[in-house]
């Protein structure tokens, strides 16, 4: 996805979050607590509130990367265009496959950490490899690692390589399960205990 497709993806579900927002308490506001009319409102904000949050962690860290000059440009979907010198990028370290969750099960996506000393300078993960391919050009040592890691385990080994909120949706699947299993469980003894 592109830079410009992200952020119109979050502008879309932040104008679906507020109108639902409006249109809810609208109807409240004329027609009473829990009118009829209020919950389409209630589920276009749930709905873009889900898109919002989901799409702010996701898109957080996919990025059009190019190096020009002595600079590597970084444009990020939430942040504004930043510059690295290429000369303060001790190592590259491309983590080949970062364990994403997608909605067809897990997937990966290559994650590029640029280090500096044992400091993580940035992390992202761009359209292709060619960045990686400049920055080895540019002079940059470049370290690649092919086994399968998830966001937990880049994050132990490069502070920064991976957000939380990674880390977070990661875990996300087996949190359900655990949830499942005790809703489960409490329904089974409600209704043997009478």
């Known amino acids: 996805m592109s830079v410009r497709a992200g952020r119109w993806f979050l502008v879309v579900a932040a104008v679906a979050f507020i109108a639902g927002l409006a249109w809810f308490a609208l109807v409240e506001a004329v027609a009473g607590p829990w009118a009829k009319g209020s919950t389409g409102g209630a589920v276009l904000a749930l709905l873009g509130a889900v898109a919002l949050s989901v799409g702010a962690v996701l898109f957080g860290r996919f990025v059009e990367a190019r190096v020009e000059g002595a600079g590597l ?47 993580t300078i940035a992390a992202f993960t761009p359209h292709g490899l060619r960045v990686v391919d400049a920055l080895l050009a540019a002079g940059c040592r470049v370290t690649r690692i092919s086994e399968p890691l998830s966001p937990m385990r880049v994050r132990r080994r490069y502070r920064g390589g991976a957000s939380v909120g990674e880390v977070l949706v990661a875990g996300a699947p087996a949190f359900a399960i655990v949830v499942a299993a005790l809703v489960l469980l409490w329904a089974l003894t409600e209704l043997l205990a009478g």
């Open 73 to 119: 440009v970084i444009r990020s979907v939430r942040r504004r265009e930043r510059v690295i010198p290429v000369d303060v990028i001790d190592e590259v370290v491309v983590v080949e496959r970062l364990l994403l969750p997608t909605r067809t099960g897990p997937g990966t996506a290559a994650r590029v950490v640029l280090r500096r000393g044992d400091d």
